[in-house]
Protein backbone atom coordinates (compact mmCIF):
# COMPACT_ATOMS: atom_id res chain seq x y z
CA UNK A 1 0.00 0.00 0.00
CA UNK A 2 1.46 3.12 -1.40
CA UNK A 3 1.23 6.06 1.30
CA UNK A 4 1.65 9.83 0.23
CA UNK A 5 2.85 12.61 2.14
CA UNK A 6 3.38 16.56 0.45
CA UNK A 7 5.00 19.42 2.87
CA UNK A 8 6.06 22.64 1.66
CA UNK A 9 3.40 24.80 0.93
CA UNK A 10 3.37 28.32 2.55
CA UNK A 11 2.53 31.75 1.77
CA UNK A 12 4.72 33.63 -1.28
CA UNK A 13 4.16 36.73 -3.25
CA UNK A 14 3.68 36.84 -6.48
CA UNK A 15 6.38 36.22 -8.92
CA UNK A 16 8.21 34.42 -6.30
CA UNK A 17 8.77 30.40 -6.10
CA UNK A 18 8.17 27.87 -3.83
CA UNK A 19 9.46 23.74 -3.96
CA UNK A 20 6.51 21.21 -2.89
CA UNK A 21 7.85 17.65 -1.78
CA UNK A 22 5.53 14.11 -1.82
CA UNK A 23 7.21 11.90 0.28
CA UNK A 24 6.27 8.21 -0.71
CA UNK A 25 5.93 4.82 1.34
CA UNK A 26 6.73 1.92 -0.32
CA UNK A 27 8.95 -0.64 -1.66
CA UNK A 28 7.97 -0.10 -5.33
CA UNK A 29 7.77 3.58 -5.69
CA UNK A 30 9.46 3.47 -9.46
CA UNK A 31 6.69 1.37 -11.10
CA UNK A 32 4.22 3.98 -10.20
CA UNK A 33 3.43 7.18 -12.40
CA UNK A 34 3.33 10.36 -10.21
CA UNK A 35 1.20 13.42 -10.52
CA UNK A 36 0.34 16.58 -9.29
CA UNK A 37 -3.39 17.91 -8.79
CA UNK A 38 -4.59 21.04 -7.35
CA UNK A 39 -7.74 22.01 -5.95
CA UNK A 40 -9.85 25.66 -5.30
CA UNK A 41 -13.19 25.95 -3.29
CA UNK A 42 -15.55 24.53 -5.35
CA UNK A 43 -14.07 23.21 -8.00
CA UNK A 44 -12.38 19.60 -8.99
CA UNK A 45 -8.91 19.01 -9.00
CA UNK A 46 -7.10 20.04 -11.88
CA UNK A 47 -4.12 18.46 -13.40
CA UNK A 48 -0.92 19.96 -12.99
CA UNK A 49 2.26 17.88 -13.95
CA UNK A 50 2.74 14.25 -14.28
CA UNK A 51 6.36 12.16 -14.52
CA UNK A 52 6.39 9.25 -15.58
CA UNK A 53 8.04 5.27 -14.98
CA UNK A 54 10.39 6.26 -17.89
CA UNK A 55 11.37 9.63 -17.44
CA UNK A 56 9.18 11.40 -19.27
CA UNK A 57 6.70 14.93 -18.01
CA UNK A 58 3.66 16.15 -18.94
CA UNK A 59 2.33 19.85 -17.87
CA UNK A 60 -0.99 21.56 -18.09
CA UNK A 61 -0.11 24.47 -20.26
CA UNK A 62 -1.40 26.90 -17.81
CA UNK A 63 1.71 25.92 -15.71
CA UNK A 64 3.97 24.88 -18.35
CA UNK A 65 7.56 26.46 -18.58
CA UNK A 66 7.27 27.91 -14.29
CA UNK A 67 6.71 24.65 -13.06
CA UNK A 68 8.86 21.76 -13.25
CA UNK A 69 8.02 17.99 -11.50
CA UNK A 70 11.09 16.26 -10.45
CA UNK A 71 11.44 12.41 -8.97
CA UNK A 72 14.06 11.13 -6.82
CA UNK A 73 13.84 7.07 -6.69
CA UNK A 74 16.17 7.05 -4.10
CA UNK A 75 14.35 9.34 -1.71
CA UNK A 76 11.02 7.49 -3.25
CA UNK A 77 10.11 11.07 -3.55
CA UNK A 78 8.73 13.45 -5.99
CA UNK A 79 8.98 17.36 -6.43
CA UNK A 80 7.06 20.22 -7.93
CA UNK A 81 9.41 23.25 -8.30
CA UNK A 82 6.81 26.17 -9.19
CA UNK A 83 8.48 30.06 -10.08
CA UNK A 84 6.67 33.03 -11.39
CA UNK A 85 3.83 32.45 -9.14
CA UNK A 86 0.35 33.66 -10.17
CA UNK A 87 -2.32 34.52 -7.59
CA UNK A 88 -4.28 32.49 -9.79
CA UNK A 89 -1.83 30.01 -8.65
CA UNK A 90 -3.27 29.51 -5.07
CA UNK A 91 -4.87 25.97 -4.75
CA UNK A 92 -4.63 23.05 -2.11
CA UNK A 93 -1.71 20.88 -3.97
CA UNK A 94 -2.21 17.30 -4.29
CA UNK A 95 0.37 14.33 -4.95
CA UNK A 96 -1.28 11.07 -6.36
CA UNK A 97 0.43 7.82 -7.85
CA UNK A 98 -0.73 5.88 -10.67
CA UNK A 99 -0.44 2.52 -11.90
CA UNK A 100 -1.84 3.66 -15.70
CA UNK A 101 0.88 4.41 -18.80
CA UNK A 102 -0.21 8.21 -19.15
CA UNK A 103 -2.67 9.46 -16.63
CA UNK A 104 -4.12 12.85 -16.57
CA UNK A 105 -7.48 12.82 -14.90
CA UNK A 106 -7.85 12.55 -11.63
CA UNK A 107 -9.75 9.32 -11.67
CA UNK A 108 -7.05 7.55 -13.49
CA UNK A 109 -4.97 7.96 -9.64
CA UNK A 110 -5.21 5.60 -7.11
CA UNK A 111 -4.02 7.30 -4.30
CA UNK A 112 -3.68 10.68 -3.11
CA UNK A 113 -2.08 12.65 -0.50
CA UNK A 114 -3.32 15.22 2.19
CA UNK A 115 -2.72 18.55 0.12
CA UNK A 116 -0.24 21.31 0.79
CA UNK A 117 -2.21 24.63 1.00
CA UNK A 118 -0.62 27.25 -1.30
CA UNK A 119 -1.28 31.21 -1.50
CA UNK A 120 -0.03 33.12 -3.56
CA UNK A 121 -0.78 37.14 -2.45
CA UNK A 122 -0.77 39.78 -5.19
Known amino acids: QVQLVESGGGLVQAGGSLRLSCAVSGRTFSSYVMGWFRQTPGNEREFVAR???????YYADSVKGRFTISRDNAKNAVYLQMNSLKPEDTAVYYCASSTRWSPTYEYQYETWGQGTQVTVSS
Open 51 to 57: FGRSGST
